[in-house]
């Protein structure tokens, strides 16, 4: 509807300018210029952003010590209330006390610098932040294969190349396991001290979690996960590459076997990474659908950058053939999933708010004192009020200047949704976004669009031999 049946997609070939690889480069470089300002002025403590005192939210969480809302319930307690608070009180203050340092980036058995401490929050960040879009990227085109799924078939070599980011993301991700986990992970540092019931220090919450949150698990296993993720995308690359050369059925039904044994992978071994890398910088604290709202994150966050470089050719002459009803499908995946963030969000929220269990509730009480206040209502706001008002309407998801605004928004405020969960658990109120925030993330950004556009410009544009591909340029939404 609206275009004319089109019998046949030509070859394209994506040319990577010169101009264009200046202009990146010089956001990259500009991008470790401010990076490394931005640490000096921390290192010498001339930041003034990042210049709370470091005990601050030790002293907000032991006014703070109940629940989320226990504090409102206190007063319209009986006689009983008080005798109740000091039950509670004896019975969490070992948590209480751990979670002290775990709150603003200190181990009860060591200490790392602050600057240390949101240098690798930071590249922890833009690191897994910009993984995700590789992953959910590879996940997208195996969810098509597995789903029989033609609309999005043009799209293929776009998400391929997205995905081809995953090297870089792999090795970054690993740079923080093996040279920067012990200024994040203080549970790293516990284990070190071995200690035993009875001894000083002994926390039974770290201990009972042993059997996960240990050094082989986290040295061994991650590697082992992103080095799956990465066979499976070459495979999946590869057999595309042989369909698109010698052609026929066979190399698709491969992919098909291939996807929907990675998905399978993908569900497992996804909930552990996001459990190793991100969870346990609050090792006290866990959520029962972290990965699946980790997930929320990624899908959403790679739909986006999708549609972003499949605008950016059709800027400039490419991809004609990918029509508004294909625009219109991812617009309508970016509200979809907008809306899928916001209640896996809620229902997260709700459940440790209604429960008011101390060690479920100190991980909101955290995001929600005066410091995280306005990051955490900003974070709500970006990630979903906008996007839905702004994408709500048919014209919206089908307009490129509407798409951009509202991607913009959601990538932006993604990033600060990371930034809160990695930030009061590793920096505490020493965080901020300042110059090493964005010079930092200038960095990752630069090179990850160079990355995916120089890959872009090694290849078809189409997969030329894929079953699938005139179904996709004549695909219709019928509305």
Known sequence: MGHHHISEVKTEKFEFTGRSKALLAGIFLVGLILTFIGTNRLKSGEDHGAGHDEHAVEQTIDENALPVHAVGMQHDEDHHGEESHAEESDAHGEHAEASHG??????????????????WANFLLNSYYFLLFAVAALFFIAVNYAANAGWATLLKRVMESISSYLIIGIVTLLVVVFAGSEHLYHWIEYLKENLKPGDAGYDHILDGKKWFLNMGWFTIGVPVILAIWFAFRFVLVRLSHKEDEEGGLSFFKRSITFSAAFLVVFAFSFSIMSWLIMMSLDPH???????????AIAFVTGLTVICFFTLYLKSKGYMEVVSDEVIHDIGKFMFAFSIFWAYIFIAQYLLIWYANIAEESIYYQARTTDHFRPYFRTNIVMCFFLPFLILMMRNAKRSPKVLLVAGCIILLGHWLDLFLMIMPGTVGESASVGMLEIGMTMTFGGLFVFWVLNDLSRKNLYPKNHPYLLESANHDVGV
């Open 285 to 295: 604290w866990f959520s029962t659908i972290y990965s699946v709202y980790n997930f």
């Open 102 to 119: 775990e709150e603003h980036g200190e181990s009860a058995h060591g200490h790392s610098p602050v600057w240390k401490k949101r240098f």
